[in-house]
């Protein structure tokens, strides 16, 4: 296999520099981040008593689509906050992290879903028949099938890259080795043509692996100069905010967090998983914005600083599982009270409309 080479502005490197060394110093310990409380901006309920609610997209329209892990159910959004079913994705097992998981629209306005199925987990692709109001979810046709899938680490963010192609983030399911083997696609973020093909210009030949030594991956976005960052759920020690380039590999398991070591990529920032547990992440603006579900935090990471943070909502909505910026130019944060995980309040699970 062949791996191609591409330089990461100095700029990020140079504070990825600094991240490592602050870390083999010994200075790991998180300054305190400073805080942003819901009275602070504007922020609206769009919709309310999702179902453990994981992925949110757009149609062309402007049509907003959700996803419910558990029950498998495809939702459509009425300017109400309404909500409708369109279709129920079949065959779809859940259990524990695994289900109806991530969704992405392409501009077609084509509809593609990962899920967990009995012999592992997919990418299907739907067309939509209908106006908005009366959307139906078409016949399958898949796109990839049978990666790795467990209870847990099954990654499972899908997303159109600037240069068009669908990014797709595998969890380890479990077999941390697997992160580390270049022919088998757990732990890895992935990079296919729409149709599912691999790209001739990906960083090894015939693979559809983009990057690789990951634990479980569920946040992606591309800053305006198409820089691709990546968040990941770490094991005991860091979560991890990682620049992604083409063919590197990022330790899990030989390390966690930043190492220090050349064969391996420090994450540009890390996090306690009791504060984080990093899952959807979008950029607005100048903005990353990170849901957290442990730390029950939205993180706004400047890019033009990606070592520092500013924590927005503490404890205020609970677990936070995606982020996605909408038509309108809106961020939108669904929570995920009803996982089996959080404390659900009276309407949840909620998807929230902020304007930062």
Known sequence: MTRTARATSRSFAALTAVAIALTVAGCTAEPAAPQVRASDVVVETVTTDLAAPWSVAFLSDGTP?????DTARILELAADGSAREVGVVAGVQNAGEAGLLGLAVDDADRLYAYSTASD????????????????????????????????????GRIAFGPDGMLY?????????????????????????????????????????VYS??????????????????AAEFGQDTWDELNIIEPGANYGWPEVEGAAGRDEFVDP?????????????????????????????????????????????????????????????????????????????????????????
Do not use: C
């Open 120 to 155: 592992g987990n997919r990418i299907q692709r739907f067309t939509l028949s209908g106006q908005p109001g009366s959307l139906a979810l078409g016949e399958p046709e898949t796109i990839i099938e049978r990666m790795p899938a467990a209870r847990n680490h099954d990654g």
């Open 65 to 69: 689509l959700v996803s419910e892990r």
């Open 268 to 356: 540009v920032q890390q996090w306690n998983p009791d504060d984080a547990s990093p899952s959807g992440m979008a950029r607005l603006g100048d903005t990353l914005y990170i849901a957290n579900l442990r730390g029950r935090v939205l993180r706004a990471v400047p890019i033009a600083d990606p070592t520092t943070h500013t924590d927005w909502f503490s404890g205020e909505y609970g677990r936070l599982r995606a982020a996605e910026v909408a038509p309108d130019g809106s961020l939108w944060v669904l929570t995920n009270n009803t996982d089996g995980r959080g404390s659900p309040t009276p309407g949840d699970d909620r998807i929230l409309r902020i304007e930062p």
């Open 168 to 208: 797709v983030t595998v969890g380890d399911a479990g077999d941390r080795a697997s992160a580390q083997d270049l022919d088998v696609l757990a732990g890895k973020i992935l990079r296919m043509t729409p149709d599912g093909a691999v790209p001739d210009d990906n960083p090894f030949t015939g693979s559809l």
């Open 212 to 229: 690789y030594g990951h634990r479980n991956p569920q946040g992606l976005a591309w800053t305006e100069d198409g820089t691709l960052f």
